[in-house]
């Protein structure tokens, strides 16, 4: 949605994740956990035993072993809002971020408004709540009142860098709802810590309760990695999406 105005908010709810580089498969968990036994490997594990292999991924996510899980690399370009980077970056590890930087370039107008499915309104208190439908006055009302925030905060930021003031200190202007991009880089093990925060999902053994909007991503991120290493993601799913 635009009006053609380049200082008027694009507005977005959608967040996209693109797997731009990647070396992972199953064959590197097994690579990596049969020196145990058995010395140096061969890089095209899978193929020799399909059905043992799939045993030892599944041995391995049920009992813990989790290092074999980190030999393998994925690189993702992912566009979302700054308050889901706020909380992304708080997974340390295994993970390399590199975000788009809002001291060497003008940060473009787009903004984050709910879509129609997210659920609006939280009821319970702290620890035991759910989120339900928000009416469509709610809706109406987030859509508009967040509009005009997001086109006077624009026109602050606007207003200071006409003026010569530096871009870092114009930015302040803007809010959490500004789009941000960045490339993280994770290997299986650290992404399935991940999820198994930031995903809601009826297999897992522990529950979490994460926004939408960094479930959204996560979401993203786990289909492309479920179609790299098939066996290690139905190996999660059934030992409780719980990390190794
Ligand atoms: C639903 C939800 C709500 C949240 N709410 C809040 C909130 O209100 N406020 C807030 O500040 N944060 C909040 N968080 C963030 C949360 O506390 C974690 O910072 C975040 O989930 C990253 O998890 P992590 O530390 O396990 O991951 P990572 O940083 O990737 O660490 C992975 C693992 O390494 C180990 N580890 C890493 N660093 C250390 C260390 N310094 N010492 C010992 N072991 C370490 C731990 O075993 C850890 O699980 C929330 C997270 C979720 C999922």
Known sequence: MTSGDDSKPLLRSDVTVELVKSSASDSD????A???TAGEQSLDELSKDPERSKGLINYLMRDRHGSPFEHNSMTFFISAPIFVFREFMRHRVGWSYNEESGRYRELQPVFYVPGESRKLVQQGRPGKYVFVEGTPAQHATVHDVLTESYEQAYAAYQKLLAEGVAREVAR????VGLYSSMYATCNARSLMHFLGLRTQHELAKVPSFPQREIEMVGEKMEAEWAELMPLTHAAFNANGRVAP
């Open 29 to 32: 968990v097994l690579f990596a």
């Open 34 to 36: 049969r020196v145990s």
């Open 172 to 175: 302040a202007a803007l809010p």
